[in-house]
């Protein structure tokens, strides 16, 4: 099976060849061939490699702004870069990755042109926005006019395969409606499954804590949403929070890679497929000639597999020993999966979708669990306040039902505030289809022009952090702007609801956004019940994931396709009843 790269090469080889080939037929044919020294010849017939690049490069430049005047549009403006291929702005967006502020070189660009600008990579446009109306146009408005298309499949591939994230059209639609009978009020307003797996998280949590040690909060948060979704999804508790957790380096009390269980080497692998797709966009479209020897995705899949595959079978085996009335019957008793197989056991539709699945619930709930912890660590005002409404709604003990979930105002406008500040999908990426008009970003100028078959990415995070879209305290994490008594609510907020997108909007917006809020609002409930005090552990950090950047976040996030802490979120925290841990 020949690599991703070496595909891309044969596949642009012709396009590659075309020119000096063209080239030197009409030396030839003119008659130049002969009088020609023959390394001249030579010389002259590759030569027209660059030049035919240029050649296409402009008349692709002159397409768009005919497109543009056309639509009396103008273009968004490109951010300037003299290297051949803007190499200065691909490191700079793989420096910011690496070893940036999230976004940093991004918010900059966003200074210096507005909130649209073209991000030219390898002659690639790639038109970014952070402006709401372009977003609203891209996700629900003109939702036909753009698509995941077909670069976002070739480099997302090898991760997600024909999942629900990365696919258009029928196919998008199919697993569309698959899904969506489970996330219907009934299915989760069944709070038990929270409740078994947050239990079993706040045991092992406190028996961390009452060590000594420090907890690596995000692996906690990591290990609960992957029980609890394999469990609510598929109908198996794939059990990670029975391993042995980690430690901080230093301690040397961790276990050898060898020990890992099968759910942490999935975790591990899958963490690091993530990771090595997501770096692929940094590169523009030349990617995949950084991966002629192997797929640098793909080489971590195998565990992934090896993990999900069981899922699969077992579901499928399930279906199998069914009675064809026992089908028709207990439609609202079977999981995701068992409904899914039985529309169809195709392994790797089945495997992607399942795969898929599981990057929507889990890393995203894990993340929003773990910012909101920072949140709180950083913020013991925000925290004390959060806790008395806990407290005065259910007491030391008690445990809250679906509607009660619903009316905690305080604990929502932090989970709000927590996605606003740092949202699980920070940065979104789309393809136009048709040439497609963007309001204008101030009033009397001409509208936006996007290219036909353009790349588009939008930043939420970018979005949410705008101050003249929130106010001048922007940058400050405040849960009252989300009160509707606050005045910042009503003056930014609620007449302009779409400057606050963490689940995106329109038809393909997240189906899980109230299981997410529900999981997340259940966990806090049962921790800040236990615990009163949460602080930062900057001594169990691991020191390569301390950040370089002053007076801002302690901890370094970033993201692959979701957010995530890089070394983990390291706390202590202090038990309400007073004992140590
Ligand atoms: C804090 C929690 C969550 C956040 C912030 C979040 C955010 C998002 C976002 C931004 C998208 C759009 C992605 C795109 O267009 O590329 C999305 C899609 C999706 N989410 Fe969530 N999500 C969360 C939790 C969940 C949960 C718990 C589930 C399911 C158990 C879920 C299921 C899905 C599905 C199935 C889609 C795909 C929708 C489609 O393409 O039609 N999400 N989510």
Known sequence: MLSIGVRYLLRILPILLLPPISTAYLLSAIGLRERLYAPLYVFISFLSLPCG????????DYCDKRQARK??????????DSTIGSRNTMHSMIDNFQNGYFGENLTE????YGPVFNLRIMFENRMFTTEPEHIKSILSTNFNGFEKGSHFRFQFGSLLGTGIFNVDDELWKFHRGISRPFFTKERISNLQGYARHSDRAL???????QSGYAIDFQDLASR??????????????VGSLESILPYPAASRMNAPQSMLTPADAFVQSFSAAETAASMRTRFGPVWPLLEL???KVKQHMSVVYDFVDPIVRAAVERNRNREPEQKASNEEELTFLDYLVQHTQDMTILRDATLNMLVAGRDTNSFLLSASIYGLAENPYVLSRLRTEILDAFGPTGTPTFQDLRALKYLRAVLNETMRMWPPVPINIRKSKEAALWAPVAPGQKPICVPAR????????LMHRRKDLWGPDADKYDPDRFLD????????LAPNPYIFLPFNGGPRMCLGSEVGYDQATFFLVKLLQAVSEIALAPDAQPPESVPTWKGREKVWFTSHINMYYKGGLWVRMKRADGMEG
């Not at 639509?71 to 300037?80: E, I, Q």
């Not at 660009?109 to 210096?112: E, K, P, S, Y």
């Not at 394999?230 to 508790?237: A, C, E, I, R, Y």
């Open 109 to 112: 660009w966003a200074r210096l």
């Open 485 to 492: 008594t606050d005045e910042r609510y009503t003056k930014y």
């Open 71 to 80: 639509l009396d549009a103008v273009l968004p403006p490109r951010v300037k």
């Open 293 to 295: 020897r192997r797929d």
């Open 224 to 237: 609960y949403t992957l029980d609890w979704a394999t469990d609510f999804l598929f109908g198996v508790n």
């Open 53 to 60: 690049l240029v050649l296409i490069v402009q008349w692709s």
């Open 454 to 461: 353009t790349k588009v990415s939008f930043s939420v995070l």
């Open 203 to 209: 045991a092992r949590l406190t028996e961390r804590l």
